[in-house]
Structures are given as C-alpha cells and as structure tokens.
C-alpha cells in the first residue's frame, strides 16, 4: 500500500509533468486588439503575379512587410496567381516564417451591375476569394460595389443590388467567420449613407466598413469618416503627400485616428499610400504618421 507521502509526491510529479508538457508547447499568437498593416496596393508600381527582379509577389512581400515594421498585411487580388491550395500554403507559410498576420483580402469587381449573369457571376467569384481569405487566416474582405455611372442610379438601384449580393453571401461569410467590409470607393460607396445602408440592410455583426481616411470629396472628408467609423472593421490609411512635419497635406490624420479611438475600433490600421516617389518610402513616412497618433 502506497503511503501518504508517496501518493501526495507522485500527485505532484504527474501535476509537474503536465503543466511541463504544457508549457513545452508555445500558444498560438494572439492578434492584436489594434495593429498597424499595409495594403500591397501601396507598392503597386514592383509588385507581381509572378516572382521578378526588383518585384514582390504575394510571397516575397512578406519579408518587406517584416522589414518596415509591420505587423500585418492585406493582399489585393490583382497579384493573386490562383487560388489553389498548394499557392495558398506557399503565402501562409511566408507569412508565418516573418510573424505577418494577413489580414484579409482585396477584391475587385462590380456587385451593383444590372446584368444577372455577370452579377451572379460576381458573386461566385467573391465567394471564392472568401474561402481563399478565410484559408490564408484572413478576418476581412474587401468587396468592391463598382458601380452603375450615374449617381442617381447608383444611390437606389445600385445600393439595392449590392444590398441583395451582401445577402446571398452571408451565409457563407458566416460560415467562414469572415467580415465583409465595404469601402468608399465610388459609385454606391461614395457617400456614407449608403454604406450605411447596406450594413444595416444586411447584419452588421458581419457586414461592415473599409473606412478609407481619403477616398471622399475633400470638403467632406471628416464628416463622412465620422459617420462611417462605428462600423469599421477594416480601416485604409491612405496617404498621398506629406509637408516639412510629416503630417498629410489633405486629411487630419490626428482627427480620424481619435474617431476611430472614439469607436474602440479594433482590427488593422492598414496604410494605402497612393503618392507620387518612392512607394517604400511613402509607406515608412504613413508608418511614422500613424504612430505619431496612436502607439501600437
């Protein structure tokens, strides 16, 4: 019969063991309540589909991204080469080896078209870049509203059509635990009422903004920000040109990080640089703006 002490001793070795194999074995990093990003858009001019010389591709990029300081990156699916399995694999394996968080994908096209085919067509096509997203371990996508060239039209029909496309997607957005985010881009995007309404035509617990800092009439800038901030999920700090303190000459970059603060945004401060230069150099003098305002 074991005594006390052995059975209290051998308790606390199989107790010592535990937490040793426990500990032996590192936790999955967090992500960031808040982080600083950069779109591949921002160095559009040598990025590539395929590896070049003197180019990134979605694969070389993830150690640039290291290099400048980020902590994550969004992928535009103009540089995408496919979305098979094996290519996949490749970026997030490039990802992990450089500690980047991808935080989500770009996706081009048109969802307010008034043609059936190509509009189911577009439908089909986000839903595959979801999938390929939520694969990569990304929390959001971009997808792009395109437009019906009238703004009239743009304002009922278009905002109508992309309200019934965020529908037909939410099951599988849901499914995938991924968030669609709606940018102001032009056409139904342009004005924040009608993101707006789109969000609160679908489920803003999975249907929300891509709040880019600049993409608005320039009179317009931060009252248009302001209204579509709480319902942010993904953010574009874009940036064109900077004056002699570093600041950006056409929006308050201090005003829009504190509305964002103001709606406990959490998620990627992703930065857009689309100024002239060196596109390297505009997304290191956007980093250091960024930080300027809000440590992370």
Known sequence: MKTKL???????????????????????????????????????????????EGKYDMISVMKLMKDIGMKGVTL???????????YLDKIKKAAKDNGIIIVGLICEGNLSTTDDVAWNKQIEVDAEKMRAAAYLGGSIVRLNLGGLGDQAKDDTIGTDRCIEAFKKLLPLAKELKIKMTIENHGGPSKKADNIIRIIKSTDPKWVGSC????????????????????YAYHVHAKAHNFDEKG?????????????????????????????????????????????????M
């Open 211 to 230: 709040m880019d800092f600049r993409n608005w009439p320039p009179e317009l800038i931060l009252q248009e920000n302001a209204k579509v901030a709480p």
């Open 6 to 52: 052995a059975i209290i001793l051998g308790g606390a070795f199989l107790i010592t063991g535990i937490v040793g194999a426990m500990a032996a074995k590192p936790a999955e990093p967090k992500r960031p309540k808040v982080f600083l990003s950069c779109e591949t858009y921002s160095i559009r001019d040598i990025m590539s589909k395929e590896p070049a």
């Open 76 to 86: 535009n699916d103009i540089w995408m080469k496919s979305y098979d399995k094996p």
């Open 247 to 295: 600041e950006e000459t056409s929006v308050s970059y201090g005003k829009v990080l504190q509305m964002l603060r103001d709606a406990n945004y959490q998620g990627a401060v992703s930065i857009e640089f689309e100024g002239p230069g060196d596109q390297i150099e505009g997304v290191k003098k956007t980093r250091d703006l960024i930080l300027k305002y809000w440590k």
